[in-house]
């Protein structure tokens, strides 16, 4: 069973940035695709941002390119992302996610939720104007 935490989310003016982290433990896979989502109110879950951790590729959405950076530590199996330049329309529910290894997303840009098995709680980003 994998175990994603996250934290780091919070209010912010725009332009202004945030972290937020998600530390995982108990994953079986060696290599896996570990992403960040997000959900606001009444909308769809949009994917942000993914990583591959067998090497680092990284996927953006267009919504987050250029503003938004995934990284992890991989000492401490920690996934992070950076907000930057953060606008009124980036508050939503921030939940990361980890699937058993195919980042398809990396490939086609596509999010295919089935393959994210494994979620964490969400923490809630707001942006004021």
């Known amino acids: 069973q994998l175990y994603l935490v996250v934290s780091g989310g919070g209010s912010a003016q725009a332009g202004g940035s945030l972290r937020l982290s998600c530390p995982a433990s108990?994953?079986?896979?060696?290599?896996?695709?570990m992403g960040w989502l997000r959900q606001a109110p009444g909308k769809h879950r949009e994917g942000g941002a993914a990583?591959?951790?067998?090497?680092?590729?990284?996927y953006y959405g267009d919504s987050v390119k250029g503003r938004f950076t995934i990284s992890r530590d991989n000492a401490k199996n920690t996934l992070y992302l950076q907000m930057n330049s953060l606008k009124p329309e980036d508050t939503a529910m921030y939940y990361c996610?980890?699937?058993?290894?195919?980042?398809?997303?990396?490939?086609?840009?596509?999010?295919?939720?089935?393959?994210?098995?494994?979620w964490g709680q969400g923490t809630q980003v707001t942006v004021s104007s």
């Open positions: 996610a980890s699937d058993r290894g195919r980042c398809r997303v990396l490939y086609d840009g596509n999010w295919y939720p089935d393959d994210y098995p494994y």
């Open positions: 108990g994953h079986t896979q060696s290599t896996y695709c």
């Open positions: 990583l591959y951790t067998g090497g680092g590729s990284t």
